[in-house]
């Protein structure tokens, strides 16, 4: 039996002409909304199950997003302070609850999507040294996004597999289900 699950907001729903950082916040909002349908129907023995000996289960992941994207944009973008425990994102072990997970990233995604939306084209061409690398703001907004994009997609495989296991299956895009 399908789970149907329509995503409200796509990053290519928005068109031509918008500038790079707000397209990057576009995509971080369609990932945060992913992964909120992904996780709707999961308990907290699926958010912190790991698949295998050695890999991280969703709360681990979605930790580690709030995380990353709050070192990389919050703090290396926008300059503000952050202490980051990257070991114990990776450790924590049922720490909080969907509805706190999901309320962590919610809040650490819309103060990245804020700060991209702002960013024009001098403050996108700024060095910045973030976490070792010498880079531009551009390159950490595209590494940022491109890193909650490959850990979106870890999470959406664990949520399938737990919802495989009772019968059910995830399914978004019906928009391109003829296709």
């Known amino acids: 039996m399908p789970v149907a699950a329509e995503l409200p907001r796509l990053a290519l729903d928005r068109g031509a002409g918008m500038p790079f950082p707000a397209v ?3 995509y971080l909002r369609e990932y945060l909304d992913k992964i909120r349908l992904a996780t709707a129907a999961l308990d907290d023995d699926d958010l912190w199950f790991r698949p295998a000996p050695g890999t991280n289960g969703i709360g681990n992941l979605m930790l580690h997003l709030a995380g990353n994207l709050s070192l990389w944009l919050l703090s290396g973008v926008g300059g503000r302070p952050y202490e980051r ?3 114990g994102e990776f450790a924590a072990d049922r720490v909080a609850d969907r509805d706190e ?3 962590r990233l919610a809040g650490v995604v819309d103060g990245c999507a804020a700060l991209l939306e702002g960013l024009d084209g001098e403050a996108a061409r700024r060095p910045v040294a973030i976490q070792g690398y010498e ?3 551009l390159a950490a ?3 940022a996004t491109e890193h909650m994009s490959y850990h979106t997609g870890q999470i959406v495989w664990i949520a399938k597999q737990a919802l495989a296991r009772r019968g059910e299956r995830l399914e978004f895009y019906s928009r391109h289900a003829a296709e």
Do not use: M, P, Q
Request: no cysteine; net charge negative; proline share 0%.
């Open 85 to 87: 425990d990257r070991a």
């Open 135 to 137: 880079v531009d703001v």
């Open 141 to 143: 907004v595209f590494h």
């Open 101 to 103: 997970l999901l309320g």
């Open 24 to 26: 990057a916040a576009a």
